[in-house]
């Protein structure tokens, strides 16, 4: 069966630090990849999408970076954490023949 | 015009009750429709996909108007376990295949 790990599950980050958060998908190949964020009392937001290795797609432009250097691999970067990047990160996973979306467990994060 | 709009709620219901949420969509090319539950501070949970001529699984029932562009859930005899707050999801074609979330509809069901 698949599964998806993301890590770390909690992080709180100085505003101007660095930020990666990862996740890696099991059981499947070629699977599109997501990465959502969803603020305190908002709805999910996609940041990026992802249909193959080095193929990202952004929504929305600010000082986040997504990198998928392997097929099962996704990474979501920042080089500067604003404060208003605290949220709730979700990575997610969906077949490649468009069908359900499945999240990981997310990765909640404070930038103070 | 959002892209996926439903009433945040609360609805507070007592246990049995039935109760009904709606979702409007924007996009008319929009091919798959789709249900999520989320707990407080947990990822989304695929609760049911959302078929063309209706589907239901056991007290949850989800219906698709693809000429009014909203989709529904219905959940008969409500337990105090469906308090959630219930995603309406909808894929939107394009530049590639990527799905959108409305903000969700809180339910709390009472004792």
């Known amino acids: 069966s698949q599964t998806i790990h993301q890590w770390p599950a909690t992080l709180v980050q100085p505003v101007g630090s660095p930020l990666s958060l990862e996740c890696t998908v099991e059981?499947?190949?070629?699977?599109?990849l997501y990465w959502y964020r969803q603020a305190a009392g908002r709805g999910l937001q996609l940041l990026f999408y992802?249909?193959?290795?080095?193929?990202i797609s952004s929504e929305v432009p600010q000082n986040l970076s997504a990198s998928r250097p392997q097929d099962r691999q996704f990474i979501l970067s920042s080089k500067k954490l604003l404060l208003s990047d605290s949220g709730f990160y979700l990575c997610?996973?969906?077949?490649?023949?468009?069908?359900?979306?499945?999240f990981g467990e997310g990765s909640r994060l404070t930038v103070l | 015009r959002k892209e996926v709009e439903q009433d945040p709620g609360p609805f507070n219901v007592p246990e049995g009750a039935t109760v009904a949420f709606n979702c409007t969509y924007s996009n008319s090319a929009s091919q798959s429709f789709f249900w999520y539950r989320q707990d407080c501070r947990k990822e989304p949970k695929l609760l049911m996909s959302?078929?063309?001529s209706g589907n239901e699984d056991g007290r949850f029932t989800a219906q698709l108007n693809r000429a009014s562009q909203y989709i529904s859930l219905l959940i008969r005899d409500s337990k105090l376990s469906d308090s959630a707050t219930y995603l309406c999801v909808v894929n939107r074609l394009g530049q590639g295949f990527s799905f959108i979330f409305g903000k969700g509809t809180r339910l709390l069901v009472k004792p």
């Open positions: 992802s249909i193959g290795i080095d193929q």
């Open positions: 959302v078929y063309s």
């Open positions: 997610a996973w969906s077949p490649r023949v468009p069908g359900e979306l499945f």
């Open positions: 059981g499947t190949s070629n699977p599109n």
